[in-house]
């Protein structure tokens, strides 16, 4: 009754600007500390499962749905590949389910089997082999440097080795 459409939270964040956003099953919700705003289709995001949010130190609050795409908002408005050139050269195979930025100001968007890097300079950089092989992606973080950790298992090699295999991105490179 006060506004925000959905029981069912899937994700929060905070902004700079001290607003909480809010994934949920039936879209995008911010709340100001008093209102709810509501974001759907109608605002540019072209599936209401909202699984996943991060807010990037520009204060871009990055929008994965449940399907294979991806959003942002920034100052007042929702942006997605018809609208945004940069979104348009990222090609998702899965959803992202996570994302994380380093001292550098890349931000990493993280499929099962590849990672997407918005580089500082505004470049998508994508990364589906490491020293030429598949892997799957177990986990990212932010090291003790605020460099990019990057957990993987290799499954080119049979018997598949799920050994956990650890890579810093760092220089733009990932180093084991």
Not at 43 to 48: E, M, S, T, V
């Amino acid at each position: 009754k006060d506004g925000l459409n959905s029981i069912n939270i899937y994700s929060i964040v905070q902004d700079k600007d001290g607003f909480l956003w809010l994934g949920t099953e039936t879209g995008l919700t911010r709340f100001d500390g008093t209102n709810f705003k509501n974001y759907n289709t109608a605002d540019g995001i072209n599936d209401n499962d909202i699984i996943k949010l991060f807010v990037d130190s520009k204060n871009r609050v990055w929008i994965f749905p449940f399907k294979n795409s991806i959003y942002y908002y920034y100052k007042g408005k929702i942006h997605n590949k018809s609208n945004d050139t940069l979104l348009k050269k990222i090609q998702l195979t899965d959803e992202i389910f996570s994302a994380s930025e380093d001292k550098e100001g890349n931000v990493f968007f993280l499929e099962q089997k590849k990672m997407h890097i918005l580089s500082g300079k505004n470049e998508i950089i994508e990364v589906n082999k490491i020293d030429g092989k598949h892997f799957d992606i177990n986990g990212c973080g932010i090291n003790a440097n605020g460099d990019c950790s990057l957990y993987v298992s290799f499954v080119s090699s049979i018997p598949i080795d799920y050994r956990f295999n650890v890579y810093e991105y760092h220089n733009s490179q990932l180093i084991s």
